[in-house]
């Protein structure tokens, strides 16, 4: 058997409680791997393919990189807050090794969280195009550049045009990325059970746009108008989607990804605890 640990290089705590789970899980007799980092583990491959378990602590944006780098290959992940708000983990730190030693057990819920598979466009300064493919756990954001312009863009889910919008971007979220930007920008709280999508206007520029849900099948596309050729990003889970230097996003097609992440958690009911605690009570309670 063997544990991948991704920590948060950037949390002293997070890395101390890493080296201490290290030297638990080798007199368990399970081998361990780390997250690649540029000064501790620079050649450490960034990837989980031959891994039983990843374990994740720090926040949700730790958990967050380690879904990318299982992404869909279906490795388990265990995420163990050192995070503000631990919406995606399953325990804190002093419940570390036990955690750890239920997960190896396979006595932990198991929750499936629906991904996406986006394809960006994007258009060179001679005219000329390519294509750029990324995962999602959470979800795809088309928004304004740096000067601050509105974007102008149309929307069409599975060939049917919606409407063209103006405004600040637009989210395509998972179920598990819901409470993320997509919630920010007036989307619903979807249970994770939901596997379509949610789609959500930023700061449209009309009162009629409102949020919508596709169906697991659907295809979401989101192109830019060439009469607004104003700047504008792609970014997927938070990170700007990779690009050459001098071109722009005209076009992205998201769509539900071939595989699932595969969360664990203590019950059935850790989502609707973590909605309570974080959304309708005081985070940390």
């Known amino acids: 058997m063997k544990v991948l640990i991704v920590p948060n290089y950037a949390r002293e705590d997070a890395v101390e409680s890493a080296g201490r789970l290290e030297d638990w899980l080798l007199d368990e007799g399970v081998d361990v791997a780390w997250a690649k980092s540029t000064k501790l583990f620079p050649n450490a491959p960034e990837s989980a393919s031959d891994c039983d378990l990843v374990v994740s602590l720090g926040g949700d944006g730790t958990l967050l990189r380690a879904a990318r780098i299982v992404g869909y290959e279906g490795v388990p992940i265990l995420g163990i807050s050192y995070g503000h708000l631990g919406f995606l983990t399953a325990a804190g730190p002093d419940d570390l090794f036990e955690t750890v030693r239920d997960a190896l057990a396979g006595e932990l819920h198991v929750s499936r969280r629906a991904t996406l598979d986006v394809e960006c466009e994007f258009e060179r300064e001679d005219g000329t195009t390519y294509v750029s493919n990324c995962f999602a756990l959470n979800d795809f954001a088309l928004s304004r550049g740096g000067m601050g312009n509105m974007v102008e863009f149309d929307v069409s889910v599975s060939g049917r045009h919606i409407d063209r919008l103006r405004g600040d971007g637009f989210v395509v979220s998972t179920a598990t990325g819901s409470t993320g930007y997509a919630l920010a ?57 990779l690009r050459e230097k001098g071109s722009r996003g005209v076009r992205a097609t998201v769509r539900r990804g071939p595989g699932d992440i595969v969360l664990l958690d203590r019950n059935s009911q850790s989502f609707y605890d973590s909605v309570s605690r974080v959304f309708y009570g005081q985070v940390g309670k």
């Open 185 to 241: 920008a007036g989307g619903p709280i979807v249970t994770p059970e939901f596997t379509g999508m949610v789609c959500v206007p930023i700061a449209p520029h009309t009162i009629l746009a409102r949020a919508f849900l596709t169906s697991p099948a659907d295809v979401v596309e989101i192109e830019m108008s060439p009469e607004r050729p104003v700047r504008r990003h792609f970014f997927a889970d938070g990170r700007p989607v």
